[in-house]
T-cell receptor
Framework: SQQGEEDPQALSIQEGENATMNCSYKTSINNLQWYRQNSGRGLVHLILIRSNEREKHSGRLRVTLDTSKKSSSLLITASRAADTASYFC??????????FGKGTKLSVIP | SAVISQKPSRDICQRGTSLTIQCQVDSQVTMMFWYRQQPGQSLTLIATANQGSEATYESGFVIDKFPISRPNLTFSTLTVSNMSPEDSSIYLCSVDREGTYNEQFFGPGTRLTVL
């Protein structure tokens, strides 16, 4: 089964800076999603990008998808302390099943 | 969106015992999923629970260790049986947002520590 990889594993930035996280996957997908997890709690869905899309925006979030490189990136602009969390990408291949990446732990310093 | 609750939120258990985790959804859903998240790791799908049929388990997970019930369209339980310290994890249930591409809603998780 495919296994996503995020990099970096951990990222520490100052409030107001932009945070960029990357994700790679191994097999064909029909969508790529990003989730946030605060302190080992449940995951919150952030954004979904379909395989025929290249870029998508939602508020301060910008997601790109490059299916030729099997990679995606999540950009959080003007970061806030409340953005401190772990971020996971998850790839969907057309069935109900999602395959999650290993996650990036983001720390935003006030 | 779906609102999902889990009980218990956390527990500390002794080796060899079993724990049943409950997952309640505020609306009827076809599929419910159970994930395990080991300390500092990503999520791994344990099984998919459909109402009225046996759960479908992923490779590496078996029914004897993780029996699942799905008595109706809003509720499911996962039991972690004969626990060992290696079972210490966060267990999460989720539901599929029907009509979308796999988007899932997650419960708050159950943090299990096995001594």
């Amino acid at each position: 089964s495919q296994q996503g990889e995020e990099d970096p594993q951990a990222l520490s930035i100052q409030e107001g800076e932009n945070a960029t996280m990357n994700c790679s996957y191994k097999t064909s997908i029909n969508n790529l999603q990003w989730y946030r997890q605060n302190s080992g709690r449940g995951l919150v869905h952030l954004i979904l990008i379909r395989s025929n899309e290249r870029e998508k925006h939602s508020g301060r979030l910008r997601v790109t998808l490059d299916t030729s490189k099997k990679s995606s990136s999540l950009l959080i602009t003007a970061s806030r302390a409340a953005d401190t969390a772990s971020y996971f990408c998850a790839s969907g291949a057309g069935s109900y099943q999602l395959t999650f990446g290993k996650g990036t732990k983001l720390s935003v310093i006030p | 969106s779906a609102v999902i609750s889990q009980k218990p939120s956390r527990d500390i258990c002794q080796r060899g015992t079993s724990l049943t985790i409950q997952c309640q959804v505020d609306s009827q859903v076809t599929m419910m999923f159970w994930y395990r998240q080991q300390p500092g790791q990503s999520l791994t799908l344990i099984a998919t629970a459909n109402q009225g049929s046996e759960a479908t388990y992923e490779s590496g997970f078996v029914i004897d260790k993780f029996p699942i019930s799905r008595p109706n369209l809003t509720f499911s339980t996962l039991t972690v049986s004969n626990m060992s310290p290696e079972d210490s994890s966060i267990y999460l249930c989720s539901v599929d947002r029907e009509g979308t591409y796999n988007e899932q809603f997650f419960g708050p998780g159950t943090r299990l520590t096995v001594l």
